[in-house]
């Protein structure tokens, strides 16, 4: 650790106590973790206030209220004030260092790939000049590297450059970035599918419209990384195979389902252990999992049939009257709650506006005893009509849940699934990548329910896992933490 007068400020002096020296090594460890966690300037200076505000409450004895921080009081000590701004620049020039080593790492691995070899040969190429999953450097800084962090992941550059770009079945319009790991076990796809049957590669990969691999994201809702991350896993035609996730909107699609006349849960395994007799699954195994979501794929295909029409139909009819109202360009997952409090303060806002446009009713000897004329108001029955719209969906059972995917789903997803249903996997794909090359599927899932995925579980390991319980470690826990356990408990005094 680099001490102070290495920085330019005085030494220490012999008296210089053991808790001071403590305090000067908890701030250069907090902005070092800091800058692991996606600190920009504005956050660490906050850091550097919320420091000397500590260290003045030392020196005076009194906690002054300052609860935003935003002027600090004069400490006396202007070494101590130049220390921590030299160990913020100090800090902040270093991490700079780490993450262009950790971005040459990554661009060296992209480089050594095939792919780049093929189209620019083996020229120097700076990091970055070339397309990949990391091409933006302050967002691998603010944005990847800290969300890796968050989980424990402290050198991402070492899974990150191990990613290559990948021609799923070898077809250049399926053209995705995955894990070499994950590419090797690809490369068998086309030797298995042949192997059952001649040119069945080149018929299966006609079925498939899109792949995505490497997507730096955390599992939605769950708070923890998707092997997505790691480039482990791939998703195949996702639009006509939903992830069916989340208590709500399993509940639609099994409602669906019995409405049908369907015995599928999408909540529950599709093929329990006792019904395969062993632990793996085999492709038989996959095959059957398949055939017993088609029946349910094809009843949500004949319900959204049915009754999309009256949804799509009343909505048509809120978007005029939201454009009365001067509303524009309302998504349409947003719930039916908010959209009616936009439209009532819009509604509001535009009676105002006309009220005093109208001119005060003067009486003449002509309309002497007369009343004032009636005031027609065009936003009010806009607002009606939009009221009446919710009430007629969220009465009707089928249209309340048509609501569910809305707010749940791009409405591609919806359009898609109206065409073909909720399960439009290959057969014979899902069961060369599971029951003979050992992926895991999305639809072997329990709780939900994932069609488009295929997943290499648990390959990349965490260097620093959190321990059991604990969040993810973000910057906004540690502006919130920081030297609040070191503030003395003195008597608060407000300004």
């Known amino acids: 650790m680099t001490r102070p007068g290495s920085?330019?400020?005085?030494?220490?002096?012999?008296?210089?106590?053991?808790?001071?020296?403590?305090?000067?090594?908890?701030?250069?460890?907090v902005v070092q973790e800091a800058l692991r966690r996606g600190a920009r300037d504005a956050d660490l200076q906050l850091l550097r206030r919320k420091y000397l505000w500590m260290r003045h409450t030392e020196a005076v004895g009194k906690i002054i209220g300052d609860g935003e921080l935003g002027v600090l009081a004069p400490t006396?000590?202007?070494?101590?004030?130049?220390?921590?701004?030299?160990?913020?620049?100090?800090?902040?020039?270093?991490?700079?260092?780490?993450?262009?080593?950790?971005?040459?790492?990554?661009?060296?691995?992209?480089?050594?790939?095939?792919?780049?070899?093929?189209?620019?040969?083996?020229?120097?190429?700076?990091?970055?000049?070339?397309?990949?999953?990391?091409?933006?450097?302050?967002d691998y800084r603010y944005r990847i590297r800290p969300l890796y962090y968050s989980h424990g992941y402290t050198d991402p550059a070492d899974f990150l450059s191990q990613q290559v770009e990948y021609s799923l079945l070898g077809k250049?319009?399926?053209?995705?970035?995955?894990?070499?790991?994950?590419?090797?076990?690809?490369?068998?796809?086309?030797?298995?599918?042949?192997?059952?049957?001649?040119?069945?590669?080149?018929?299966?990969?006609?079925?498939?419209?899109?792949?995505?691999?490497?997507?730096?994201?955390?599992?939605?809702?769950?708070?923890?990384?998707?092997?997505?991350?790691?480039?482990?896993?791939?998703d195949v035609n996702a639009l006509g195979n939903p992830h069916v996730v989340g208590a709500a909107v399993v509940e639609v699609f099994n409602w669906v389902a019995r409405q049908g006349g369907v015995p599928f849960d999408f909540g529950k395994p599709i093929l329990t252990q006792h019904e395969r007799g062993h632990a793996r699954y085999t492709a038989d195994d996959i095959m059957e999992i398949r055939n017993r979501a088609i029946p349910a794929s094809d009843a949500v295909r004949a319900w959204l049939q049915t009754n999309l029409p009256r949804y799509r139909k009343i909505m048509a009819q809120v978007q005029v009257a939201e454009q009365e109202l001067g509303i524009r360009h309302v998504k349409p997952g947003t719930p039916l709650g908010e959209r009616f409090t936009k439209a009532s303060a819009a509604a509001k806002r535009l009676r105002q506006e006309r009220v005093k446009k109208i001119p005060p009713f003067v009486e003449t000897e002509a309309n002497k005893g007369s009343e004032p004329p009636p005031d027609a108001e065009p936003e009010g029955e806009a607002l009606h009509e939009i009221d009446e719209a919710f009430l007629a969906i969220t009465s009707d059972p089928d249209l309340s849940r048509i609501q569910v995917l809305y707010e749940n789903f791009d409405t591609s997803y919806i359009n898609t699934w109206e065409k073909q249903g909720v399960m439009s996997m290959p057969l014979y794909f899902a069961a060369a990548l599971v029951g003979e090359l050992g992926l895991r599927w999305g639809e072997q899932y329990e709780g939900s329910k994932d069609a488009m995925h295929f997943e290499l579980v648990d390959h990349v390991p965490a260097n620093d896992p959190l321990p059991k319980g604990e969040k993810p470690r973000t910057l906004k826990r540690l502006l919130d933490e920081a030297f609040q356990s070191k503030i003395p408990r003195f008597e608060l005094i407000a300004h």
């Open 76 to 138: 006396g000590d202007s070494d101590e004030e130049t220390w921590t701004k030299n160990v913020v620049d100090e800090e902040s020039l270093r991490f700079e260092w780490i993450i262009d080593a950790e971005l040459q790492n990554i661009s060296k691995g992209h480089w050594e790939s095939s792919f780049h070899k093929q189209i620019q040969g083996n020229a120097e190429v700076p990091a970055n000049q070339y397309p990949g999953p990391v091409a933006d450097g302050d």
């Open 172 to 234: 250049g319009r399926l053209k995705t970035w995955i894990h070499s790991d994950l590419k090797d076990i690809l490369d068998k796809t086309p030797g298995v599918l042949n192997g059952w049957a001649a040119g069945l590669a080149e018929a299966t990969a006609k079925e498939i419209g899109s792949v995505n691999g490497l997507q730096i994201r955390e599992v939605k809702g769950k708070g923890v990384l998707s092997n997505h991350a790691f480039g482990c896993a791939i």
């Open 7 to 29: 920085l330019g400020l005085a030494p220490f002096t012999i008296d210089e106590s053991l808790l001071q020296d403590s305090l000067h090594t908890l701030f250069r460890s």
